[in-house]
């Protein structure tokens, strides 16, 4: 869920960068509500894990949530992941194709987390339910 938020707001802000301030709302470019959105998807996101870890107890779909988090906090804050136009003052200290690539990695490495870790939780659901015997009816 806080994959696609994250999505949506890039998309979102990167097309209506000149609508948001016409109505207002440029505050949605600004680094802190960055910091928010990145800080609601890893508390979201480690809350999943552990519910996954309690249900299934593997430990390999918290090392693709901390890839993808960490893919994500380097684009976002080490190359300086940019909503403004190529050439904008803002840009000047970015590098706008390595965060954005390095960005839909992390992207795509959390929506990989997400369907592995609801995966494993099905397997493992399913695996502690009772079946009832062959040719019994439900009362």
Do not use: Y
């Not at 802190?32 to 809350?47: D, I, K, N, R, S």
């Not at 890839?67 to 003052?89: D, E, I, K, N, Q």
């Not at 490495?109 to 339910?129: E, K, P, S, W, Y």
Request: aromatic residues 8%.
């Amino acid at each position: 869920m806080a994959s696609f938020l994250c999505a949506i707001h890039c998309a979102g802000t990167g097309l209506a960068l000149g609508l948001l301030s016409s109505l207002g709302l440029a505050f949605l470019a600004s680094k802190w509500v960055e910091v928010v959105f990145f800080t609601l998807a890893l508390g979201m996101g480690f809350w999943a894990a552990l519910r996954g870890w309690k249900s299934h107890r593997t430990s390999w779909p918290v090392a693709l949530l901390a890839l993808g988090m960490g893919c994500l906090l380097v684009s976002h804050f080490v190359l300086g992941h940019s909503h403004a136009p190529p050439g904008s003052s803002s840009h000047a200290h970015s590098r706008p194709w390595e965060s954005a690539l390095l960005s839909a990695l992390g992207g795509l490495i959390l929506v990989g987390f997400h369907l592995a870790n609801a995966r494993l939780m099905a397997r493992q659901c399913r695996l502690a339910t009772p079946r009832a015997p062959l040719g019994s009816m439900p009362v």
